[in-house]
Each structure stands twice: as structure tokens, then as C-alpha cells.
């Protein structure tokens, strides 16, 4: 792609497709297929996690045509554990699965994570105590190295972070306070500030707000679809606009 060019890339969260969800956002995808250059899906793609479902979710992405598409896991899609299966079926399907590792496409790279839970600011849980704390501190440790590696693969000067967990706690504001803990971690944020990412991608908190920023500044979107419903008149979908 010769540079000066503008790139259009749409990012949507949370389908929880079922296995009776057959056409239920087959006309937003025919839509994609004219809006943007490249569509990201951050996560919770189908509702239980189960290989029909995602059989279902892949017919209907088809509808894309030929804008790529980039995904990421979410929680949900972990839920029955046969993520390795939604996973192959998917990429089966063209879509490019990412679980710590990057992808570039028109000159834009893309590196993308799960992520975990665990917390923002002070209020993130350290690996201290019981047993059960440190394996989950641990968990949420890997999921931001993961980010870190996908990142750093990264040699185009435009870099985008995908994610289901939120990195921010001001992108899940809206959400019980009680729940915060759950719907993210800040140990994903240092990555994005490390490697300067033109944005970062999230769904997981469907009450939570819909931008915020890093500490260095950078922004971030909560596109879980739910808020991107309220928030659109006709598509509900984030879209960025990027120079290369």
C-alpha cells in the first residue's frame, strides 16, 4: 500500500452468537463489507463457547466479502472448553485468530490478547497469600506478557492493541463497582504505552464506557455492541480512520 493512504478499520465485541443465531447480524457484516477496510471482533464471539455456534458466526461473517477479519477470544468463548476448536473452525473460515501473536494487514499491525482480570490502579490484586491468588495473578501476568510479545513483532509504524479484557478502568465505568476487579486488569496498559499503539481495542464491559485513555494518553474503546447500539444512529461499529 503506497503511503498517504487512509485506512478504515471497524472493531465490534460481544456477538454471543448461539447456535440459532443464523442471519441475526448478517445484514451489519454485508454492511462492513463497504464501511472498512479491516473489521475487528474483540472477543466473547460466540455464547457458550461451542463449535456449532462458531460454525454459525463464520457463515455469517462471510458476508464480509473480502474485508479481513482479525479476532480475539473472549471469556465466553472459553466457557465449554473447546476454545481450540471455536478457534479452528474460525480460522477455517478466513478469520484471523489472535492469542498473542500479531498480524500486519495495509500497513497497519495488529497485535491482540484475551487478557484477564485482576484490577486497575492500586486496586490491582498482587501475587501475595494463598495459592489460588498467585495462580490467578499469574494468569493475568501471562496474558500481558502475550500483549507485550504480540506488540513488539510489530515493524509497521501504526500498531493497534486487540483485546476482551480492558486494559483502563475508565472504559468500564457504568458497571457495578463491585464488579471492576472482573472486567480487566491495568498490567495490560504498560504494553500500550510501551509500544506507542494508535489504539486499543476492548470489549467484556457491556455497561462500561465507551472511550478512555491510557496514562501516556493513548486511546482506548470499549466496543462491546451493546453501547456501540446506543450510541449509533445506523452501524454499530467503531471505526477508526488511520493515515499509513
Known amino acids: 500500500m503506497a503511503e498517504g493512504q487512509t485506512v478504515r478499520v471497524g472493531a465490534v465485541a460481544d456477538l454471543h452468537y448461539t447456535a440459532t443465531s443464523q442471519g441475526a447480524l448478517k445484514p451489519l457484516f454485508e454492511q462492513v463489507s463497504h464501511a472498512v477496510d479491516i473489521l475487528l471482533l474483540a472477543g466473547d464471539l460466540t455464547d457458550l463457547g461451542r463449535p456449532e455456534e462458531a460454525k454459525v458466526l463464520a457463515t455469517d461473517l462471510a458476508a464480509c466479502g473480502r474485508v479481513p477479519v482479525v479476532a480475539v477470544l473472549g471469556n465466553h468463548d472459553y466457557e465449554s472448553g473447546q476454545q481450540d476448536a471455536v478457534t479452528a473452525i474460525l480460522r477455517a473460515g478466513g478469520i484471523t485468530v489472535l492469542d498473542g501473536d500479531a498480524c500486519e ?39 500481558a506478557l502475550k500483549l507485550e510479545r504480540a506488540l513488539g513483532r510489530l515493524r509497521t509504524s501504526q500498531r493497534l492493541a486487540l483485546l476482551h479484557y480492558a486494559p483502563i478502568r475508565d472504559t468500564v465505568v457504568g458497571e457495578p463497582v463491585e ?14 504505552n510501551r509500544y506507542k499503539v494508535r489504539a486499543a481495542f476492548h470489549g467484556h464491559a457491556h455497561r462500561g464506557a465507551p472511550e478512555g485513555k491510557t496514562v501516556g494518553g493513548l486511546p482506548v474503546y470499549n466496543v462491546a455492541l451493546s453501547l456501540l447500539r446506543q450510541a449509533a444512529a445506523e452501524l454499530p461499529l467503531k471505526i477508526l480512520q488511520i493515515e499509513v
Open 105 to 143: 494487514l495495509r500497513g497497519i499491525g495488529i497485535g491482540g490478547a484475551k487478557g484477564f482480570i485482576g484490577g486497575f490502579g492500586r486496586g490491582t490484586l498482587e501475587p501475595w497469600g494463598e495459592e489460588g491468588v498467585k495462580r490467578l495473578v499469574h494468569e493475568a501476568v501471562d496474558e
Open 179 to 192: 464488579i471492576y476487579p472482573f472486567m480487566g486488569c491495568s498490567r495490560l496498559e504498560e504494553p500500550l
